[in-house]
């Protein structure tokens, strides 16, 4: 969602005669954009800010600004907490940027972090930042109205408002006569998209198979679904188009109903589990992927051990998995106590870890022998001659370059795995 931010940003500020640099001691303003939602992810930032101090001592001519999620969540606070930072801008003020920015140059500290309940820009045509020219993210809502009792993001990115459909075509379409051959679809609850009135407006999956009609050879991929939401009709829209991805990330949070409870998710490890079974029915060859945390308030061993069964239930070929953080301003850090000692989250957390590292290498491993379709996508990290994409089930296999170029579509062969990487060769 950030990099699609500072795709909105940079296309901001080149209207205004500003110019992208890879180099950051060319640069006469560094935007940093942030990221709230847990603990950790500040304190890198402000690790960050004191890289820049550094610059900012050597060339006077520096503005630092920050932007994002920590902006709305700190505000003032973080002018007066750290002196080089000369601009906040929250995340859905920044079409204010242009005068801030010439508040800025006159020597003021420039501030803005009004919400919107209307604010998309849909408008506004992203300047791709990305470096493969085959791949792009695409905005089609922000906000998110579920207060999950943990999260931040309903106080730093507002209620949930969804971007004008016409838009989205036009840009997916731009892309793909571009060269891309892949867009993501992106919100924080996308199965929730709603344009216009329903009788006559869009829903999330009218827009999905509206996306996948451009054209066949454009992938769609979408993120994220929240499993109250995520209905068969969906699935069934997902079935009868091949080029929308075999791949759903579905986080579950945790496997115990009481905890999902404290959690405010609005749904059980029951209704979890038939939406899986859901999956599974109309789109056998789809991978699952999710977000874990550990030791969220309250956590018992045995509630932690039902996360541990669902994972295995499940299968899931990738996690993103994290120990609760608190954050001030939310349901959780109010009424609930924060009372799983840190050792604890430490070893639940190395648990869960463990088990998806078992997980995805038999996932991957069930492939071995099987021969898929690959969108490649670039030069391997480890050798020129070899190239990296990705399957439809979104997982990264690796394969002798031949003559293909980045953005074609290959048949590969699978030999060989990692816990993280399918090894192949060309499949003609
Ligand atoms: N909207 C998506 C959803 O509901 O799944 C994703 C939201 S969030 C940007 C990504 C993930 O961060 C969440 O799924 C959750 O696992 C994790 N997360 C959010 N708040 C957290 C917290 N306070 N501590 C630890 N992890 C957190
Ligand atoms: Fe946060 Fe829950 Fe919204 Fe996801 S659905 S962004 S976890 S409040």
Redesign the pocket.
Same mark, same amino acid.
Not at 144 to 148: D, G, H, L, R
Not at 150 to 154: A, K, L, Q, R
């Given at each position: 969602m950030n990099v699609v931010d500072s795709e909105v940003v940079a296309a901001i500020l080149q209207k205004q005669d500003y110019q992208i640099t890879e180099e950051i001691n060319e640069a006469s303003l560094i935007l940093v954009n942030t990221c709230s939602i847990r603990d950790n992810a500040e304190q890198r930032i402000r690790a960050r800010l004191r890289e820049f101090g550094r610059i900012k001592k050597e060339n006077k001519e520096v503005s630092v600004g920050l932007i994002g999620c920590m902006a709305e969540r700190l505000k003032e606070q973080l002018l007066e907490e750290e002196a080089v930072i000369d601009l906040v801008v929250g995340p859905d003020a920044y079409r204010e940027l242009p005068r801030l920015l010439s508040q800025v140059e006159l020597g003021q500290k420039g501030i803005d972090t009004l919400l919107s309940t209307t604010e998309t820009y849909a408008d506004i045509e992203p300047v791709r930042m990305d470096k493969n020219k085959v791949t792009s993210f695409v905005s089609i809502m922000r906000g998110? /109205?579920?207060?999950?009792s943990?999260? @931040? @993001?309903?106080g730093t $990115?507002g209620r949930e408002r969804s971007r004008d459909p016409e838009t989205i075509i036009a840009e997916a379409t731009d892309l793909f006569e571009n060269g891309y051959r892949e867009v993501t679809l992106l919100g !924080? /609850?996308v199965n929730s998209y709603k344009w216009g009135d329903m009788e006559e407006g869009v829903s999330f999956e009218q827009l999905l198979d509206r996306v996948a009609g451009i054209d066949p050879l454009l992938r769609v991929r979408f993120a994220?679904s929240?499993p109250k939401d995520m209905s068969d009709e969906l699935l069934k829209v997902m079935a009868g188009r091949p080029n929308l991805c075999r791949s759903i990330h579905l986080?579950v !949070?945790s496997g115990s109903s009481a905890v999902l409870k404290r959690m405010k $998710?609005k749904y059980t490890r029951e209704h979890y589990m038939d939406r899986v079974e859901a999956i599974r029915k109309y789109l056998p060859d789809a991978s699952l992927s999710t977000d874990i945390i550990a030791g969220f308030c309250g956590e018992t061993e045995e509630e932690h051990k039902q996360t541990l069964s669902l994972m295995e239930w499940a299968g899931y070929d990738l996690s993103f998995m994290f120990k609760y953080s608190e954050r001030s301003e939310t349901f959780a850090a109010r009424k609930l106590e924060d009372d799983v000692p840190e050792r604890v989250k430490t070893k639940r957390l190395n648990e869960i870890i463990e088990l998806q590292l078992k997980l995805s290498l038999a996932g991957k491993q069930k492939d071995i022998g099987k021969s898929y379709e690959v969108l490649a996508e670039g030069t391997s990290k480890k050798s020129e001659e070899q190239l990296y994409g990705r399957t439809s089930q979104n997982k990264v296999v690796v394969f002798p370059r031949g003559l293909v170029k980045p953005g074609d579509y290959v048949h590969v062969k699978i030999t060989d795995c990692t816990s993280a990487t399918l090894l192949g060769v060309l499949n003609f």
């Open positions: 998110c /109205n579920n207060f999950c943990y999260c @931040v @993001v309903p $990115r !924080q /609850n994220t929240h986080p !949070q $998710r």
